[in-house]
């Protein structure tokens, strides 16, 4: 056998799971296109995981009752990254939303010091100081919206803490159930979208019933047959491979965001921004390189 198969199958299931979340806009825009608008749109992506997961949870809930309290912590912060991320994407452009989101190693530093009492090397400090002005650049100059800030962006930088937060439980109770973890994610993260769609009902109000057929059928296989599975290949591979590498790996949901926006949605930024998005890339890999156990989890 290859001694090289180890290694390589569990980097190619982080690389393939990442680069599907790279990916996730497009269903996103195209039902949003055809009448599933706005949040409604999010809310279909992590609903139909959600209900495709419960046989499961049902099936294993013997096993899960004794983590019950570490699932739903976990699950909750986490479906607060999921769901204001998605949401990041469907309100601001998906570049600006994919590296808002992607300050999440210079947090997970930070709340690693703060709550675990980890020493942080002159790396993380780095990131962090490099991350933060990146962050400065992207916000501070007008993008394509003619606006510094938008509501799409304050949900993709919320979203980045609340994941940074979720990877703190994890990093303190890594035996925590992969479905455990999961299906928690996906239940929060529905809910947390189906709150800001109940809060915008009267400007936004409930898609016709051949939209959500839509919706359903391409959301539905999207993140169902790609994005599920994909999450349980990241979970699992990423215990098998160093820190760093899993972090450097994610980092092709960037990537993939980025260059298929930008070929397919015709999405562009001004040079500030792309020195801010270069500043905001370079302080995860910096994090990560610096073996930073908190980038591992990175959209995990």
Do not use: K
């Amino acid at each position: 056998m290859n001694p090289r198969y180890p290694a390589l199958l569990p980097a190619m299931l982080i690389l393939g799971g990442a680069s599907t979340w790279g990916l996730l806009w497009l269903p996103l825009r195209y039902v949003e296109a055809r009448g599933l608008t706005e949040a409604w749109a999010a809310f279909a992506a992590f609903g139909w995981p959600t209900l495709a997961l419960l046989p499961l949870v049902v099936w294993q809930r013997d096993t899960l009752a004794g983590q019950w309290r570490r699932c739903l912590l976990f699950g909750v912060l986490s479906g607060l990254g999921f769901g204001l991320y998605t949401m990041g994407l469907v309100y601001s452009s998906v570049v600006r939303a994919t590296l808002l989101f992607y300050l999440t190693p210079v947090w997970s530093a930070l709340f690693a010091m703060f709550f675990l009492g980890e020493r942080t090397r002159w790396q993380g400090w780095m990131a962090a100081l490099t991350g933060l002005a990146g962050l400065t650049l992207m916000l501070g100059a007008a993008g394509e919206h003619g606006v510094p800030l938008n509501r799409g962006d304050v949900f993709a930088f919320a979203s980045g803490i609340a994941w940074a937060l979720a990877v703190l439980v994890l990093r303190r109770h890594p035996d925590t159930p992969p479905l455990g973890t999961v299906s928690g994610q996906f239940l929060f993260a529905s809910v947390c979208i189906l709150v800001v769609c109940l809060l915008e009902i009267e400007r936004v109000p409930v898609p016709p019933p051949d939209a959500w057929v839509l919706g359903a059928a391409m959301l539905g296989v999207f993140s169902t047959v790609l994005l599920l599975p994909g999450l349980f290949g990241i979970f699992w591979a990423a215990g098998r491979l160093p820190p760093a590498r899993v972090g450097i790996l994610m980092m092709s949901e960037v990537l993939v965001a980025v260059i298929s926006a930008s070929l397919l949605a015709g999405e562009r930024m001004n040079w500030l921004e792309w020195t801010g998005a270069v500043m905001i890339i370079g302080a995860a890999l910096l994090e990560v390189l610096a073996g930073d156990d908190s980038a591992a989890g990175a959209h995990a």
